[in-house]
């Protein structure tokens, strides 16, 4: 009963290492993947900002030329010098305000590809973590049965070799095999 008892201890110890392995490997991969989907999104938005902040450029531009032309018909036919530095400091605000814009979204869209990266680096991470533990839980499952192995041999499981201590003493002395057993 006890040798039943000590190999079936054995088999469920190794068995379950390498099932432990093979979750951990599971979960790896599904962080990995995970993590792919969630960088392709992030992706996704960075590239939607930078689309909003090119369409808003392409609004700025539209209400800067609205505003200027404002500006040239209030000014009407005087062309005073100050006009003229009115219509200027205009012109490069509207201009300033676009590059602002259009920086605003180039920032955004690389903070959101920067993120995008390290959720690949993270998720490529899990899945090696995973494949090490999995390769690590088949030498725990050997490492069970070579335990059970030596503790099943050391209560005399596993059967005798048929000689006393003296005859085995005897044997390793001198390398012969006892009487009766050659």
Do not use: C, H, W
Request: aromatic residues 6%; charged residues 20%; without cysteine.
């Amino acid at each position: 009963m006890a040798t039943a008892a000590l190999i079936a201890g054995t088999v469920l110890s190794a068995g379950s290492a390498i099932q432990e392995g093979q979750v951990a490997d599971a979960q790896g991969r599904a962080s990995n993947d995970i993590a792919k989907y969630n960088a392709a999104n992030l992706e996704r938005q960075a590239a939607s900002r930078l689309d909003a902040a090119r369409l808003e450029d392409t609004r700025q531009i539209r209400r800067s030329n609205m505003a200027l032309g404002a500006k040239i018909a209030q000014a009407g036919a005087s062309r005073t010098a100050s006009d003229v530095d009115v219509l200027a400091d205009t012109s490069f605000q509207l201009a300033m305000d676009r590059n602002l814009m259009l920086r605003q979204g180039l920032v955004q869209s690389q903070e959101l590809l920067g993120q995008a990266g390290m959720l690949r680096t993270q998720g490529e991470f899990a899945s090696k973590v995973g494949k090490s533990k999995k390769t690590f839980s088949y030498a725990k499952a050997g490492a069970s049965i070579l335990a059970g192995g030596y503790e099943g041999y050391n209560r005399g499981l596993f059967g005798s070799s048929g000689f006393s201590a003296s005859q085995q003493n005897a044997f390793f002395a001198n390398g012969t095999i006892p009487k009766g057993y050659a």
